[in-house]
């Protein structure tokens, strides 16, 4: 979905809201377990994960409140860098999912804790190439393993919350590995923090970052980590 459609789609949802007369996430979070299995603790102080989980607006707004994390980019993988831009994205034939780039601390917050936030608070897993008002491939759930022990940690971690059933229905989320990421246009970055008003967001996405600090205020920093240098 393009950026006007999801304007107008989300003022349709606004005048919705309105007239229901109360304000509803467009998705609950979801309390679960920490993964049983989570990476080795770590001396390094730099690591990256990437995740997509529908619109990158919302999942890098998510993630920039996360303690431990020192940035959070917008852009795309699945697919090739010569279809890695919004436009072509948007025709969900590029084999990318809208993802965001994660760079975090392994000191201050663990690959599991980051998992838990991206099935918890971030999306809605069980939802197959979709969320909230977008569908397309390219709103898949999906995870970009950079290491093995990510990859081992997520399959199991996926094994468990099905097994848990601590969802309605087994989760939809892909492990795709061997994917490169491309950073988003620099009007993608930092959308959430940008344009607080804007209904899409007031809807879909900054209900997330509350659920964020409702229900990890451990993890929960309220200053946004930006992104400062972003492509065109």
């Known amino acids: 979905m393009n950026s006007i459609s999801k304007t107008l789609g ?3 949802t606004l005048l919705s809201l309105v007239a229901c ?13 920490a993964p049983a299995v989570d990476e080795p603790a770590s001396t390094e102080h730099t690591a990256t994960a990437i995740f997509a989980g529908g619109c990158f607006w919302g999942v890098q707004g998510v993630f920039q409140h996360v303690k431990g994390v020192t940035n959070a980019v917008s852009g795309y993988a699945g697919g090739d ?4 831009s919004y436009d072509a994205v948007s025709g969900g034939d ?5 993802s965001v780039k994660i760079t975090y601390d392994p000191t201050q917050v663990s690959y599991g804790k ?3 936030v991206f099935f918890s608070v971030a999306h809605d897993p069980t939802l197959l190439n979709r969320q909230g008002p977008d569908s397309g491939t390219q709103y898949r759930s999906a995870i970009f393993p950079q290491t093995p022990v990510q990859q081992r940690v997520a399959q199991q971690y ?3 919350l099905d097994a848990s059933h601590a969802y309605s229905k087994p989760l939809a989320t892909r492990i795709e590995s061997g994917k490169q990421f491309y950073p988003a246009e620099g009007y993608h970055q930092n959308y959430l923090t ?3 008003n804007d209904p899409y967001i007031v809807y879909n996405d900054l209900p997330k970052v509350a659920n964020l600090k409702r229900i990890a205020p451990d993890l929960y920093r309220a200053d946004a980590v930006l992104v400062r240098n972003t492509r065109p």
């Open 158 to 160: 996926i094994a468990q």
């Open 194 to 196: 940008l344009h607080p």
């Open 94 to 98: 590029t084999g990318h999912a809208e």
């Open 81 to 84: 860098g010569r279809s890695a």
């Open 21 to 33: 007369q109360q304000s509803i996430s467009a998705e609950q979070a979801v309390v679960i377990a």
């Open 114 to 116: 980051l998992l838990q």
């Open 10 to 12: 989300g003022a349709l």
